[in-house]
């Protein structure tokens, strides 16, 4: 089983940027598809990108493509989430799941964390 617990979320002003850690516990990320979803008041929980086990590869959504960034530190065994030119629809709480491999599903999530953006 793997334990995942993100942190570092907060409000910001829209043009700023945040960065999520999310330290993972119970097996290494290196074998691990990570993922970083997120869910906005009143909307269901959207992907917004991950990375891969094998080569750490990053893929994203359409949506934060070119501002947002997936990186990890297999020591810290921490995935983080880079968001540059935060936007007020970025306003959601933010998962971190591992992944099914090869897939977009999860497998097990964290609890998440608030990031708001205003205007």
């Known amino acids: 089983q793997v334990q995942l617990v993100e942190s570092g979320g907060g409000l910001v002003q829209a043009g700023d940027s945040l960065r999520l850690p999310c330290a993972a516990s119970?097996?290494?990320?290196?074998?691990?598809?990570m993922g970083w979803f997120r869910q906005a008041p009143g909307k269901e929980r959207e992907f917004v990108g991950r990375?891969?086990?094998?080569?750490?590869?990053?893929y994203y959504a359409d949506s934060v493509k070119g501002r947002f960034s997936i990186s990890r530190d297999i020591v810290q065994n921490t995935v983080y989430l880079q968001m540059n030119s935060l936007k007020p629809e970025d306003t959601a709480v933010y998962y971190c799941?591992?992944?099914?491999?090869?897939?977009?599903?999860?497998?097990?999530w964290g609890k998440g964390t608030l990031v708001t953006v205003s205007s």
């Open positions: 119970g097996r290494s990320i290196s074998t691990l598809d």
């Open positions: 990375i891969t086990w094998s080569r750490g590869r990053t």
């Open positions: 799941a591992v992944l099914v491999a090869n897939t977009l599903r999860p497998d097990y």
